[in-house]
């Protein structure tokens, strides 16, 4: 299976690691060709606002929405999450989310770089923690009936998701620990 990894901005490098370390390909994605060759996609974190300017004007915004609903595996992490949530609090004033997955997320909702932190998550279905990596994290406000909400911290939801749709705030590819990427890639390959 060849998995892409938006590659437009932001953190892609070690998502692409992880998922040669799970023995599937990784192809970085910087255009329309590159999207059309990707079986699944994963949204990396960065600047949520830059990473939605370079989204349309590279012409996969909408190419992503088409191939989304028609059942892609997605998993969006911190950015990603902000990108495919339906509803952005405190984004830029013509930052459109793609509105994959029916949560409304507030940018830096847990601060800003100074309050960046680690928390053990407990993650449904995982044997023992998780480490999670908060980087001015989104904070998730509300989710529809149609979201599964995986994992919470502190009564907040912080893994969600919604059909072939993963989103995470935290960064799964800093914690040392490939088994969010290896549910993505069972999920993927399931579909
Ligand atoms: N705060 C960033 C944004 O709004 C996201 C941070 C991250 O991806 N680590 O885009």
Redesign the pocket.
Known sequence: MKVGVLALQ??FKLHAEALERLGVEALEVRSVEDFNSSEALIIP?????TMSFLLESSGIFESLQERSIAGMPILG???GM?LLSSKIADGRSDQKPLNLIDIEVR??GYGRQINSFESDLFIEGFESSFRGVF????LVEDVSEKVEVIAELNGRPVMCRQDSTIVTSF?PELADDDRIHAEFLEMASNS
């Open positions: 932001g953190a974190g960065g600047e949520s606002t992490t911190c950015a902000i940018r830096n980087i001015r994290a989104p960064h």
